[in-house]
């Protein structure tokens, strides 16, 4: 129905940056929110960011001030830019999109399936 491709994902060193991508397709009418999450071995999978359909943007703490998410609607393509990484960053970033599909006109809610940031000291 819906399909999330995640990108951007790697290795890099304390204080770098990287810029993951999360592009949506298929049976989609319309998307609401748009988010990233993360999961570091032996934890639960936390909030990052989301940003809605209009543009308004929520941040963990953890992150503020270092990560920007943003949004490109024509692209159903959600952006995390990540700055001034610390290797407690380190864990699998996951897609997260709430949409409502055509057909049916249900609302559902679609996971990426995780790309993996590495953040060495």
């Known amino acids: 129905q819906v399909q999330l491709v995640e990108s951007g994902g790697g290795l890099v060193q304390a204080g770098g940056s990287l810029i993951l991508s999360c592009a949506a397709s298929?049976?989609?009418?319309?998307?609401?929110?748009m988010g990233w999450y993360r999961q570091a071995p032996g934890k639960q999978r936390e909030l990052v960011a989301t940003?809605?359909?209009?543009?308004?943007?929520a941040y963990a703490d953890f992150v503020k001030g270092r990560f920007t998410i943003s949004r490109d609607k024509a692209k159903n393509t959600v952006y995390l830019q990540m700055n001034s990484l610390k290797p407690e960053d380190t864990a699998v970033y996951y897609c997260n999109v709430k949409v409502v599909i055509t057909n049916s006109y249900r609302y559902i809610e679609v996971w990426g399936q995780g790309t993996l940031v590495t953040v060495s000291s």
């Open positions: 940003i809605t359909s209009g543009g308004n943007t």
């Open positions: 298929g049976s989609i009418f319309n998307i609401f929110t």
